[in-house]
């Protein structure tokens, strides 16, 4: 089975969903688009009328004729500040935006700067290759994570790293994986401001100690969070963006995946266009 069979099995797209003229085809730039337009056309089409029609949906459509998608960067605001920022909150930015990686783990690990170090069991820096082309980076951790200590445990976690996987990627090998926040909001509840204001100077260092080629942001919140923006994920996704001069893909959370049959297409889209900015990134070093 070839990586691009293999990554639509992972996602749980069956093969009646593929174009036949692109079934067992390379994944290829030049062949990114159309297997976009038309994915994108079955899906719903699939999601309409069910999964038996597929086949018959799939021979009726046309030849897509899209223009080849534009990769546009968009630059971003200034990083994220508290609205009122002490001297105090300066310096520790600064202590953080200089700390190696052994003073970052001891500082993470000690860290009550906000209210979830009360109710956290363990702190969640993050796993994975601290010399990664490829970052991933979520909201939070979850019950599991705050247990075990590590991003993406559990169900989400698997199809996350069946989907690295297909992608040739792996979290103990050339993938590091993270979280805007190092601590588990009681209840998996969204992150209060405050909290990723806190926080997200742990991950920013994370991000500038690792300078990965690509940033793969997975879920609403992380990728709001990250890009300082209320747009609508299904909005943020398609484009990439910036993140302290490094390019960002947004993408679904593989927990939403799970239950979001219709999404998983495009989150094979997003990872598409993730490698062809990685790849782009490596031609023009
Ligand atoms: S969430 Fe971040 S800022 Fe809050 S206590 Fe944990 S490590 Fe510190």
Redesign the pocket.
């Known amino acids: 089975m070839n990586r691009r069979a293999q990554f639509l099995e992972v996602l749980g797209i069956p093969a009646e969903w593929v174009p036949r003229r692109l079934a067992g085809a390379p994944v290829e730039a030049a062949t990114l688009v159309e297997v976009e337009v038309d994915i994108e056309v079955a899906t719903v089409a699939v999601a309409a009328v069910g999964a038996e029609a597929a086949a018959e949906i799939e021979a009726s459509l046309p030849t897509p004729t899209a223009p080849p998608r534009v990769v546009m960067v968009e630059a971003l605001s200034p990083a994220p500040q508290p609205a009122v920022q002490d001297e105090a909150a300066l310096a520790r930015d600064a202590a953080i935006a200089a700390m190696d990686w052994a003073a970052l783990e001891a500082a ?1 690990a000690e ?7 009360d109710t ?1 069991t363990n ?1 969640v820096l993050g796993v994975g290759d601290r010399r990664a082309e490829w970052m991933l980076v979520g909201e ?1 951790p979850g019950e599991n994570e705050d247990l075990q200590g590590e991003p993406f445990v559990g169900q989400a976690g698997k199809l996350l790293d069946n989907m690295l996987g297909a992608l040739g990627l792996a979290r103990d090998r050339n993938v590091f994986i993270a979280n805007v ?3 588990r909001p009681p209840g998996n509840r969204n992150p209060e401001p405050e ?1 990723v204001a ?2 997200e100077p ?1 991950l920013r260092r994370q991000i500038a100690l690792i300078r990965p080629k690509v940033i793969v942001v997975l879920g609403r919140f992380a990728a709001q969070s990250l890009l300082r923006s209320t747009t609508p994920i299904g909005k943020l996704r398609g484009t990439v963006h910036q993140y302290e001069g490094i390019p960002v893909v947004v993408t679904y959370h593989p927990a939403y995946l799970l239950r979001t049959l219709t999404d998983k297409a495009r989150a094979w889209e997003d990872l598409c266009l993730a490698r062809e900015v990685h790849d782009r990134a490596g031609a023009e070093a």
């Open positions: 993470v860290c009550t700067a906000c209210g979830l170090s956290r702190t939070a926040l190092k601590c909290e806190h926080c742990f």
